[in-house]
């Protein structure tokens, strides 16, 4: 007889076996279960551990329920009002930063277009009562097998420490440590942008305002007042701004000033001018009174420039061009003006290579004794000998060498080789003459400007009694007390000291004998004259006589015609110089002159 087991199914039957394999199956899913479940629940519990203690916090927002999650801790802090009537959205929005919300919805609107892989945004949400931290908001998507979206999850990271040293960073590279003003890559990015946003309606005056003669203030009384005279330029300039108006300081000296809807060119005019006349009342700092009148140049866009950039380069043009009309005023942008500056940066470069390349020869025209009419100088004369223009008179460079600096390289190259020239023409046995250099007033301004000149007569091994210094009145009272103290010891080293140009500038004879000079050049204009106007036959007689009793040589220059010789012959005038006598000349042919002499 078989066993029971199962409401009396037989042990060995066919439906005990099968009923048996059923517990062992259910028994091992049971089992299985339960394993799921103590997974889950560790991983529950791994879970809630991650989402109490991480920085971050987890959202997670049901759209099916209508139901949003987010990290109890970060619930609190940033204010996220569970129960009110608000929609989920409203909630959300009203953690935000004002400034930030449409920020955040774009980027979300982005992601949920598809054009984006994940939600990320970076916005300001508030931060208890009263602040706001920055936020790093990333999120996916959750779709049904049908593709709607029923829920979306994920993480906001607080990065406010990050966003301060970004600050930081941004601030020193956008900012003028000075002044804190922001500077020129702010105002290219900040114009850029309201620019593009704006483009139609957009009207503004761009002013470039730049002090004049600030280097003399920092020359003068240091750089630690030349900061603070800055400071308070800044501060004025400030004044003039209103809501809507931006500053920036762009150069040393230089502020960019974005006056907003300026409308016309009147206004800006009137704008500039206010500006000027608030900059002619003196600045006090540290007891000093000091005047920094500024040069402005304005620009309007989009009239002058619908760019940036373009904008820029002619506002820079208009200040350039204020400058060159005297300063202490302002110019509207110019075409004509922008075409000449540039043909002027064209030179400038042109000049630059060619005081690189050594490009210049001089020329040399005779002077001589009217007394013993022989030879007894000439005067170098500088000309450019350019590659594809051929030669360059120096009255179209020697302004702009001036104005640039490169009068220092090319006035030391001239006297050299002046003095190498004539220290030449000594050695080959020539009756010696006196060699005369032009020098401008930036050259006699410099410190080691008598140190020059020693290094170059000893370099040559010339006798400093055949070198002659041209000096014009107007370079002489740039500095008048120090140009004289070097006249002076120039003059203690054996060289001769000649005022050009004599009658052009202050013609002041009174302060002739307060000045270390040997020989007066009467300019042409007086020259030129001679004979038919009696009163300049008068004045240069008079300079004559003037000029003998203070025991100083006369020199006319630019003689052109033999009436003129013979007039000044009368006059007892020392020497001449002109086309009567030689235009300036190579070299090699002035020694045609010396061989009689
Ligand atoms: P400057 O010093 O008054 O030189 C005299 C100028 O008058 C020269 O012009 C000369 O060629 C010209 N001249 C001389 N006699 C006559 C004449 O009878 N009739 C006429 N119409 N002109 C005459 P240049 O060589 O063109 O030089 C012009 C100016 O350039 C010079 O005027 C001088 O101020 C400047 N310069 C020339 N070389 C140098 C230089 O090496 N250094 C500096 N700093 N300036 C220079
Ligand atoms: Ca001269
Ligand atoms: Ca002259």
């Known amino acids: 007889m078989g066993r029971y087991l199962y409401n009396g199914v037989k042990m060995n039957s066919p439906i005990y076996q099968e009923l048996a394999a059923t517990e062992e199956d259910i028994k091992s899913q049971y089992e299985e279960l339960r394993k799921n479940q103590k997974a889950l629940k560790i991983s529950e519990e791994r879970y809630r551990l991650a989402v109490e203690g991480a920085n971050d916090a987890l959202w997670d927002w049901d759209f099916i329920n209508n139901k949003f999650f987010i990290s109890d801790k970060w619930k609190e ?113 900040n114009m850029n942008t309201k620019i593009e946003k704006n483009k139609e309606y957009f009207n503004f005056a761009l002013l470039l305002i730049d002090i004049d003669n600030f280097r003399n ?103 350039y061009s204020a400058k060159e009309h005297g300063k202490n005023r302002y110019e509207f942008f110019d075409e004509d003006i922008y075409n000449r500056i540039l043909q002027r940066s064209y030179l400038e470069i042109n000049l630059r290579r060619a005081v690189e390349k050594n490009e210049f020869i001089l020329y040399y025209q005779p002077q001589m004794n009217l007394k013993t009419e022989s030879i007894i100088g000439v005067e170098a004369l500088i000309r450019w000998s350019h590659p594809k223009e051929g030669l360059i008179p120096p009255g179209n460079f020697i302004p702009l060498a001036e104005s640039t600096g490169l009068i220092l390289p090319m006035g030391k190259w001239v006297l050299k080789n002046a003095c190498l020239q004539n220290k030449f023409w000594q050695k080959s046995g020539y009756k010696p003459i006196r060699i005369a250099v032009n020098v401008s007033a930036l050259q006699l301004q410099q410190n080691d400007f008598i140190n020059t000149v020693r290094e170059v007569l000893e370099y040559t091994d010339m006798d400093p009694k055949f070198l002659e210094i041209e000096i014009t009145e107007s370079t002489l009272m740039s500095s008048i007390e120090s140009n004289v103290e070097k006249l002076i010891m120039l003059k203690k080293m054996g060289i001769k000291i000649s005022l050009d140009d004599f009658g052009t500038g202050y013609s002041s004879l009174s302060y002739l004998k307060k000045l270390p000079i040997d020989t007066l050049k009467i300019d042409k204009s007086f020259i030129d004259d001679i004979k038919n106007s009696v009163v300049d036959d008068g004045i240069t007689g008079e300079i004559i006589q003037l000029a003998h009793k203070m025991k100083i040589d006369v020199i006319a220059e630019g003689v052109e015609k033999y009436e003129q010789v013979k007039f000044l012959k009368t006059q007892e005038c020392d020497k001449i110089q002109g086309y009567v006598l030689s235009r300036p000349v190579p070299s090699n042919e002035v020694e045609k002159y010396l061989k009689f002499i």
């Open 77 to 189: 802090e940033m204010g996220y009002i569970s129960n009110s009537n608000l929609s989920i959205i409203g909630r959300i929005t009203r953690m935000l930063h004002c400034d930030d919300v449409n920020l955040a919805m774009d980027a979300l609107k982005e992601y949920l277009k598809g054009n984006k892989p994940y939600y990320m945004c970076e916005f300001r949400m508030k931060y208890k009562e009263d602040g706001y931290r920055w936020v790093l908001s990333r999120g996916k998507l959750l779709r049904d097998e049908k593709g709607v979206a029923i829920r979306m999850a994920g993480s906001l990271s607080d990065i406010t420490d990050r966003k301060i040293y970004e600050e930081k960073i941004k601030k020193m590279a956008y900012f003028d440590r000075l002044t804190n003003l922001p500077n020129f890559h702010y105002f290219q990015e």
């Open 217 to 319: 203030i920092n020359d003068t009384l240091g750089h630690k007042f030349g900061d603070k005279v800055l400071k308070e330029v800044s501060n004025r300039l400030k004044k003039f701004l209103d809501v809507d108006d931006n500053i920036y300081r762009t150069g040393e000296d230089e502020f960019l000033l974005v006056k907003s809807c300026i409308g016309n060119k009147k206004n800006a005019s009137d704008f500039a001018e206010s500006i000027l006349e608030y900059f002619r009342n003196c600045i006090v700092v540290d007891k000093h009174e000091v005047y920094t009148n500024v040069s402005i140049g304005i620009g309007i866009y989009p009239q002058d420039g619908d760019d940036v950039f373009t904008l820029f380069k002619n506002v820079d043009s208009a200040m």
